[in-house]
């Protein structure tokens, strides 16, 4: 279904001051092109100036029959004719013909940058580039984004590179180089397209649409370098032979014209479409024969098939089989603002999106080939189209005699192409699916051609004068008819069918049954004439078009406020503003390199580009009427509203404003409204409301979704409400529906904001703690208001603080456990709920409670060493200090102990260091040493922090070997223990010499003790007994032999002899 509203998307004509009358026509670089109707004469027109003033003229070599301008080289390509040779003519630097400068050069293609016959000073002059082919070329495309050249020919495409050579600083040369030829057997390429590696062709019933892509990092094989001298051709060793071509050519012709059987019946192929991968099963064979001088390229280049569409002769929209054939293809590039756009010589840009266009005479066809092959629109005409162009915003088709505008979606691929925040609750745009508009029907008589130059449409009308000898020629057919008409009428009557019989079909068909009819002298050539005349139209500024299109829609909304219709305009004028913000021209006019010295006045860049800061007030506003539309809805589009405000930049309160007259509607609040609402109320927005906003925003859910209450009461948004109004509303919903805990907690914290503690305490004593925590996570915002930075601690959670620290640190675990707030933010939290507490060094008591019991609760291994960290930090630093007494924290160390797997119980020697029945232990030293206890804390990245911890004492000793025997540094441990505490060493030997350390005792233990008592003088009984211990596991381990040989030449042997002999009977004894 096609919309059609009455807007006027064209502002203004004028007609173009030709000398002779118009045969071509084209447009590009701000100038139109006339090729007189004798072919042999180019007139350009300056576009962007009132009057289209005259720019130059200059003849042709040949009689022109195609002409197209490029964009990038600002140049002019040809098809001639000339004793009936076709020809391939480039013109460039053409804008010298303007100062009247006649001298113009001719050269062959490649002649000035691979020969030597131009030598002396650079020359201003237009030059005419000869390019020779070795068939007649049909049709030529120019590619918009690297300038390179594509011609048409009956059995291939021939790619022609376009080429810069920079004669000084202001004079620079183009040129050509033939690179590719691509061979298509069976297709005879009536019209061409080409734009960044995508190829199109066209048949009278056939499109194909492939790309050439460069494969990365392919190169020379050894197959290819050893090719015999006589191998070497321009053609690879794979390529279709021309006798191969020409059967499949005759074979693809007959399977696509149709077979003829005997009863003279056609038989046509029947529709097609192939999109993607499914296209190389088309039956199209393409080939690629390279020709370019860059030889290693060859096997660097592949074709993909992107999209192939076959019709059939369509019968059913008043179109003859003769009719039924395809017109206007063209590629359209769209680059966005996040991209350069190509100028002269960048060949690597690539645009946005890119979109094929091509139509049969009742429907237009509308792809998107880039980045996934699609049909974005399909457009029905209602007329016979007879050309069409695509542009940014619109689709322009002429009939006979109308000129049609139609709206397209390029906008809505390229924004989602562009921000993949598109169709989620952050942005939104009209579907690429919404039903097309027709805006406006131009009527002009014998429309003949249409082209375009950004906001030009260029009409070519040429209305034939009826003469006296088509009167006589038409009421001659009309006799003739009626004669036949009556003749076989009076066969029928008698019973006899004359299409049974040739003969007198014949009979039916002779001329002598015809009325002769008078004779008609030749008229003069002055009787004849023909009316012709070149128009240029004017379309109307995005934004002046935006503006009527939204005074068109407020008169459905008058009407319907919930109409469709209204809702389609609105789209449609969105969609002009995103395609017009999209353009990288607008508001940052791109300047192309000049190809004189002059400076070219487009007209464009500075009458035609908008300020850009008003273009973005306008989309805002559009986003805002969009999403009044959407919150009007009950329909499943209703969630729209959402991204639609937010690309809005209104506030809440502007749009409760705007949507508050709806109240009083029959229709009330729609879901869109309230849809958008529940969200914005729920999200981290610190936009506080006014207490008579906040008081309406409570009756409206209060009204329209009472269940969402303790939610919409807990946002910080609603600080300002009113608790008895909030109260009233939670007693009301309370009083319909079964109590729930967020309910309860919510009634509670608007208690607190009363200042009624007995109330507080009486709605918190209805739930135990365990509830309660699982109402803090339903609804986390009774405890916390932000995210990131801006974490801010509400009323209850500081009660909580005071009066149940442990249900607000078990709360911030399960929120933290269930994904409702983050590490960083929970630290934030409780560094801002305990500010005005002077805490411990390290953070507040109850972040160091949170953090303990954060690491009991989580199974996350990140966050268990990220935690591991932070409480070794601020145990070591607190120990350090001295300063961890006073402040009495939820979990003791037993508890931890108990508790939690990564706290381990302290090792036998660790107690005998720090005995238990010393008071003056801390906390948090018992702490640290249960970690170096556990399974978990990795001793080497709290390395640099022991730095701090002197071990001066006992308490720093225990945490520095405990951290060294973690690491395997056991020796040095055995050097410590026994020059600190050698009452230890015995059974730190016993717990950690074990297993693969056994050998430390003989091998590092009891050396060290014979050395030390030997200094002593054996009075040290510590030493001594430590000394027998280790004797007596020694003796266990070793044989007699090593025994004997580990035992000191001074030794005394009374006190050695005794272990010898319980070593040599436990080794009899084996």
Known sequence: MVHVYNCHPFASQQIVPTEQEPGLVCCGGGALFVVSAGGCKIEAFQLGEDGCPLICRFATMGTVQSILHSEIGDYLVTIEEKNNAPYLRAYTNWRYQAAEKTRVGVRLLGHFLRGSSMRGAPKEQMEIIEIPLFERPLCVACCGVTGDLLVGCPKSLVLFSLKRQALNDKLSILDFERCLIIHLPGLSPQQVAICAGYIALQTELEVLVVKLERLPGAAFTQKSADKKPQDHSLVPQDMITGAEHDNETEGRREGLAGHRDQDDFFIFPKHQELLGDRAKDCGVKVSLEWTGMESEARGNLIITYILYRRFAPDFFQDCSVEETRLHSLQFHPVFTSNQEVCVEGGRGVEPTCLFCFFSLPKTGYLYSVRGGVQMVSAYQYPEKAQQAVLTDLFLHIITKNALQCFSVRCAAVAARAEDPYIDTTMKACPPITMELCALRIQLFIGLKALCHYRHHIVLLTTADVETREDTERTARRVIEYKDHKTLRGIFLAVGIEPSTTPALERFLAHSFLNRKSPFTKPQNPSEMGHGWNLYVVNTVPPLQLYNEM????KTYEETNPLSQSCLHLLSEAHLLLRATLLDPRVGNPVERPQTTGENLALGYSTARTADRQELQQAFQESCAQLGDCFSRFDKRDCHLALPYYKMSGLSLTEVISRN?????SLCGYGKGFLFFLKHSLY?????????????????????????????????????????????????????????????TLSKAALALRM?????????????TEMLQVYGFIEEAKLLLHGRGDAVVPTLLARHLKDNQDGLLVAAMVALHENDKVKLDEADLFFQELCGDVSGPQGGPQLLVDFWEALLMASSQEAVIQELLFRLTTVYIDRVTRGDGRGFKPLKSADDLINWCSHY????????????????????????LQSLLCGPTLDASSILPLLEQLPDGDNAGLSVHVLCATKLGHYESS?????????????????????????ALWWQKLFPELCERTRATQGEDSILLAALKETLVVVAMELNPLEFLDLLPDDGTVHFFLPHLLECSQRNLMM
């Not at 508050?660 to 009083?664: A, I, M, P, T």
């Open 660 to 664: 508050r007259g709806l109240s009083n």
């Open 904 to 927: 381990g119980v302290l090792y036998p020697w660790v107690s005998i260091l720090t005995p238990a029945h010393v008071n003056i232990i801390p906390e948090d030293l018992l702490k």
């Open 755 to 767: 200042a009624d503690l007995q109330l507080y305490r009486q709605h918190m004593d209805r739930h």
């Open 974 to 998: 055995i050097e410590r223990l026994l020059d600190r505490c050698p009452q230890a060493i015995i059974p730190y030997a016993n717990h950690e010499l074990q297993n693969n350390n056994m």
């Open 550 to 553: 939204v005074e068109y829609s």
């Open 683 to 743: 999200e981290e927005t610190l936009e506080l409301l006014t207490e008579e906003t906040a008081n309406e925003v409570l009756d409206i859910f209060g009204v329209a979704e009472p269940s969402q209450l303790p939610h919409v009461i807990a946002s910080p948004s609603m600080a300002r409400a009113s608790p008895d109004c909030g109260l009233a509303h939670l007693e009301r919903l309370e009083s319909i529906g079964a109590p729930s805990v967020p309910l």
